[in-house]
């Protein structure tokens, strides 16, 4: 890295800042902040090289030319601050919780066009995460797993829904009457016995779940299965302040 190069450099209230290359030291960088605040002195591990156009918010975080957790992280902001919750990193899905509504992102006619689409040709979306699965699930018969993770209030629960949504509506009709609906009512039902309130999320799952999509040799939804196990079970015999 150059005197008078972009970078981030590590913020206490941002998490990281832009800023330029003032100086070097034997083991820090000073960094002055594109804001004009205080020159921040730092490790050299610690400041990563900034996009040239750092503007310019990508679909995928691989198509950044300096691909680390600064970048990352502001390309998920930007993204964010226009309503577009998903974003890849290759083949996985980044979602951020949007706490409010967006209005088409998860219509019928938003289903149909993912169907069949491989990776990269929609918009990034948990639809085109599904359909990959069943795809590759159809094509190579074999089992394939959906991994949804990530912290109390990212939208886990939510996510999960909009897979299960997905595919039973896209690939039912194998099974007998009203199957499809009743896989879908069967989560909301469960909830009902697990959630709790938490300083960070009023509706949290207090359990683990396991579902299993049952398919038959059409590639039809024919039934289903849910595993669910207790987490924290710690909450169990003590309650912390503020929570439920």
């Not at 900034?50 to 300096?66: I, Q, R, S, T, W």
């Not at 609906?181 to 359990?207: D, H, V, Y």
Request: charged content about 25%.
């Amino acid at each position: 890295m150059d005197q008078g190069k972009k970078v981030w450099a590590p913020d206490s209230a941002a998490g990281f800042i832009l800023g330029e290359i003032s100086d070097f030291g034997t083991d820090t960088l000073t960094v002055q902040p594109m804001n004009g605040s205080k020159a921040i002195e730092a490790p050299y591990d610690a400041v990563y090289p900034a996009e040239e156009d750092g503007n310019k918010p990508v679909e995928d975080n691989c198509a950044l030319m300096y691909l680390n957790e600064a970048t990352l992280l502001h390309n998920l902001e930007r993204r964010f601050m226009q309503d577009e919750i998903y974003t890849y990193t290759a083949n996985i899905l980044l979602a951020i919780n949007p706490y409010h509504t967006l209005s088409g992102l998860y219509e019928k006619d938003n289903v149909k066009s993912y169907q069949g689409k491989s990776l990269g040709v929609m918009p990034p979306h948990v639809y085109a995460i599904a359909d990959k699965a069943y795809r590759d699930m159809r094509n190579l018969g074999l089992s394939q797993g959906i991994v949804v993770s990530g912290e109390s209030g990212a939208g886990k629960t939510e996510s999960t829904k909009h897979v299960l949504r997905y595919l039973t509506d896209s690939y039912g009709g194998g099974g007998t009457g009203d199957l499809e609906s009743r896989i879908l009512a069967a989560n909301p039902f469960l909830e009902a016995f697990g959630n709790a309130k938490t300083t960070r999320n009023n509706n949290s799952s207090r359990f683990g779940k396991f579902v299993e999509l049952h398919f038959n040799k059409n590639a039809l939804v024919v039934g289903a299965h849910i595993e669910h196990y207790l987490l924290e079970k710690s909450r169990c015999i003590t309650q912390s302040d503020k929570e439920r």
